[in-house]
């Protein structure tokens, strides 16, 4: 008896059988060690959080980074943004030629996200990787591209101060080449003071563990690398927790010794319960340390800043999308996730003797139990799977005073519970179906709140950008890239206007094809408007357009050449085309586009150069487009067309 009470002992009864599982867990259990609960920032997926007002950004960037107040992410990988598209947009290079190596620039908003993570958690994990990558570097896994990766953390240091911790040394999904990593990549990391960065690899999805097979035959290499990382582990359609698709970590994998992760895991909706939302994501977050030792587990994306017209909208741990109402949703995945980030930290131990399923058919329903080697606190975190009671014993090496209870279910999440006192060493609760609960010896816990959100609102109409109020090299206000890269520039002996400065295309993600650069503004359900735009041409065409449909083929489409040609298409269809005479390419020009019911109409310079007749009933998003040229915009300006 003595030797029982040594463990924190939990016996499980179900509820329509009579048969008892204990579980008995030891103070001195070797698991592996935690190492957190992380986000990946990419695909351009943050984009609009970053434009909104100060307070409700702070707010929602409390709800994702402040520990133990709402999500608490404890690692976060952002994007090495290429200009190319990556999934929901483009996110900008910080060398978009190989001269700005010399030079590179904070482009974009993952630096800046990474300094608000770290500001509101010191301890947070930092990570990269990149999706493209810009055209110079010649290939994925060329001395440049080796370079490329080096700056990123230059840039990070100089601008922010911050030291990354992590670099995932491959292609988001598509593989590393570790003969790279060996001679280009760790020696540059090296030789630039970045010796304590460390390498994860191969972050991909077409392949599961074989890494290991060459890593067990090459010691160089497997020094190198320092944590194995793979996509969808649990896979993804149709994200039902008890499928099968032999993504399970191998058994040569979970004996290496080297720490597993997950290191991109359900890119789904956070809004919902059940389904794919919230207590799915908290199923496989215990499913994956149980049946695969995996110790890292990193969502994409960690807020839905994406327009809802762009594909996957609604994406995320929480939503904040439309910056100029300063309107936010906190979703249920939040509190899922602060399941276990508020109450266990990196270096924490798991109990592999307490990890498992309520019932060894089903995922629904399982545990994992954590400790802190160093004090004896304790956390349980539990899905539960159908209604079933719960005991606990509590003995020596593991804290025995109050047990704190904190749960979640789909009426109302993450409250707190009435304190278990431990009588006799037990504890007794009785689980609800489809519920999440922490059991815990720590305090400090709060469900965050701001109070209620300013109420959402379309985007504002009319819209008028004149770029006077940026810096050079800005992300205007509400311009969503998709391709390329539109950011603000001194006009010689004139004001700020945009400009498109990536010169050509880059390495693509997969076959990640669009059109041409192209950057998206406005509202999905704006029907009869019209914009106008100033523009001047370096080289080949630029374009203003509207009822944006299809992210590959656009929607109307108003294009001038440098030469003077026009043409009007319905995405990839010409519905008429001219030549402007005495063009000249030298000045500027005003572009102007009118989508009326079914008829669309063209003006350059203030003249009407054709009226069509086409489809009604369409709608949809505004952009300005341009080839990969240095091509100039001002004065972009949307009003609605009323009465028709």
Not at 4 to 11: D, N, P, R, V
Not at 85 to 101: D, V
Not at 302 to 309: F, K, L, M, N, T
Request: proline share 5%; with cysteine.
């Amino acid at each position: 008896m003595n030797k029982l009470i040594a463990f924190l002992t939990i016996f499980f009864i179900s509820s329509n059988i009579n048969a008892q599982t204990t579980i008995s867990l030891n103070g001195n259990d070797k698991g592996r060690a935690f190492e957190g609960i992380g986000a990946v920032s990419a695909g351009a997926s943050t984009r609009n959080l970053v434009d909104y007002p100060e307070k409700q950004r702070a707010e929602v960037l409390d709800f994702l980074f402040k520990p133990k107040f709402g999500a608490g992410f404890q690692h976060l990988k952002v994007e090495i943004g290429s200009g190319e598209n990556s999934t929901c947009g483009s996110e900008p290079s910080h060398a978009i030629t190989q001269a700005e190596l010399a030079d590179p620039k904070p482009r974009g908003y993952e630096f800046w996200l990474m300094a608000e993570a770290r500001k509101r958690n010191p301890q947070i994990i930092l990570d990269c990787l990149p999706w493209g990558y810009p055209s110079w570097v010649g290939n994925r896994f060329s001395q440049a591209s080796a370079d490329w990766f080096v700056s990123f953390l230059q840039t990070a240091k100089k601008y922010y101060g911050l030291d990354i911790n992590w670099i995932s040394a491959a292609q988001n999904e598509n593989g590393t080449d570790l003969n790279w990593v060996a001679n280009n990549l760790r020696p540059s990391l090296d030789a630039h003071g970045f010796s304590k960065v460390k390498l994860q690899a191969p972050d991909d999805d077409s392949e599961f563990w074989q890494i290991f097979d060459k890593l067990e035959t090459n010691p160089k290499l497997n020094k190198l690398i320092d944590a194995v990382g793979y996509h969808y582990v649990d896979g993804r359609e149709p994200w039902t927790i008890d499928q099968k698709t032999g993504h399970n970590a191998t058994e040569k994998a979970k004996q290496s010794g080297k720490p597993l992760w997950a290191s991109e895991e359900w890119s789904q909706s956070g809004k919902e319960w059940g389904g794919k939302g919230a207590l799915y994501l908290a199923r496989v977050m215990n499913k994956l340390y149980t049946r695969d030792r995996i110790t890292k587990f990193e969502i994409w994306c960690p807020v839905d800043g994406i327009y809802d017209q762009i594909i996957w909208g609604d994406t995320g741990a929480l939503q904040a999308d439309s910056p100029w109402s300063g309107h936010y949703t906190i979703w249920s995945s939040v509190w899922a996730i602060a399941h276990t980030t508020q109450f266990a930290e990196p270096g924490w131990v798991y109990m592999d003797s307490a990890c498992g399923q309520f019932d060894a058919t089903t995922w629904r329903g399982s545990y994992v139990s954590l400790r802190n080697p160093n004090t004896g606190d304790w956390s349980v975190v539990m899905v539960s799977g159908d209604k079933r009671k719960v005991k606990f014993n509590v003995g020596a090496g593991l804290k025995n005073g109050p047990v704190y209870l904190w749960k979640s279910t789909e009426k109302e999440q993450f409250i707190k519970q009435k304190p278990l006192r431990i009588n006799k060493g037990t504890v007794e609760i009785e689980l609800e179906p489809d519920a999440i609960y922490t059991l815990t010896s720590t305090t400090g816990q709060t469900k965050g709140s701001f109070g209620i959100p300013p109420p959402g609102k379309p985007f504002p109409l009319p819209y008028t950008e004149d770029f006077a109020s940026y810096s050079q090299g800005q992300t205007p206000r509400y311009f969503s890239d998709q391709k390329g890269t539109f950011e603000t520039y001194q006009y010689p002996n004139g004001g700020m206007c945009l400009a498109q400065v990536v010169p050509d295309q880059g390495i693509l993600w997969y076959s990640n094809w669009l059109l041409k650069p192209h950057s998206l503004f406005g509202d999905a359900n704006w029907k009869n408007y019209s914009i106008d735009g100033d523009v001047l041409l370096d080289g080949g065409d630029v374009e203003i357009g509207g009822r944006y449909a299809e992210r590959d083929k656009l929607g109307y489409r108003w294009i001038l050449t440098r030469d003077g040609r026009w043409q009007l298409n319905w995405q990839y269809t010409t519905l008429a085309s001219g030549q402007i005479e005495q063009f000249n390419p030298a000045a500027w020009h005003h572009l102007r586009l009118e989508m009326k019911g079914d008829q669309v109409i063209g003006f350059v310079d203030g003249k009407k150069l054709t009226t069509t007749t086409t489809q009604s009933g369409l709608k949809g998003m505004a952009f300005i487009a341009s080839t990969y040229n240095h091509n100039l915009f001002d004065n972009i300006h949307v009003e609605p067309l009323v009465g028709k």
